[in-house]
């Protein structure tokens, strides 16, 4: 028998593969790329194109998917701004927004730890360091 339930809607705490809320935050935005969407997402980026432009160069495939996944997840909405060919341009939930400190404390902690980082200026990719 197949379950099938509003993946926007969070889990029921029976559902949840663990009762530690860091573990469910990482099931959320524990990968390599999700928090790098996030922070793309602050910095003012909106479209697919975008995001393609961020000098990690993430592959299309994963984008899409994470997209797909921090919509279901309901941290990001879409908003179609052409119908054909259908496009969307992405902006943070109130709860996504909630991610801001989130990445600003990876941001402080990883400035620390690597010398040679520097913040993107909001609305600007980052460079990677030479």
């Known amino acids: 028998?197949?379950?099938?339930?509003?993946?926007?809607?969070?889990?029921?705490?029976?559902?949840?593969?663990?009762?530690?809320?860091?573990?469910?935050?990482?099931?959320?935005?524990?990968?390599?790329?999700?928090?790098?969407?996030?922070?793309?997402l602050l910095a003012g980026k909106r479209r697919f194109g975008d995001f393609l432009t961020s000098p990690e160069h993430i592959p299309t495939n994963i984008l899409a998917d994470r997209l797909k996944r921090l919509e279901?997840?309901?941290?990001?909405?879409?908003?179609?701004?052409?119908?054909?060919?259908?496009?969307?341009?992405?902006?943070?939930?109130?709860?996504?927004?909630?991610?801001?400190?989130?990445?600003?404390a990876m941001a402080t902690w990883g400035l620390a730890q690597f010398p040679g980082t520097r913040r993107a200026l909001r609305g600007a990719p980052a460079e990677a360091p030479r």
């Not at 469910?24 to 390599?32: F, K, P, S």
């Not at 909405?77 to 600003?104: C, I, N």
Request: aromatic share 6%; hydrophobic share 40%; net charge negative.
């Open 72 to 104: 279901r997840a309901g941290l990001i909405a879409s908003v179609p701004y052409t119908q054909r060919p259908p496009r969307f341009e992405y902006q943070l939930t109130a709860s996504g927004r909630e991610l801001g400190p989130v990445v600003d």
């Open 1 to 40: 028998m197949q379950v099938t339930m509003d993946e926007a809607t969070p889990p029921a705490p029976s559902e949840l593969r663990s009762l530690c809320p860091v573990a469910n935050a990482l099931d959320v935005v524990g990968d390599r790329w999700t928090l790098l969407v996030i922070r793309d």
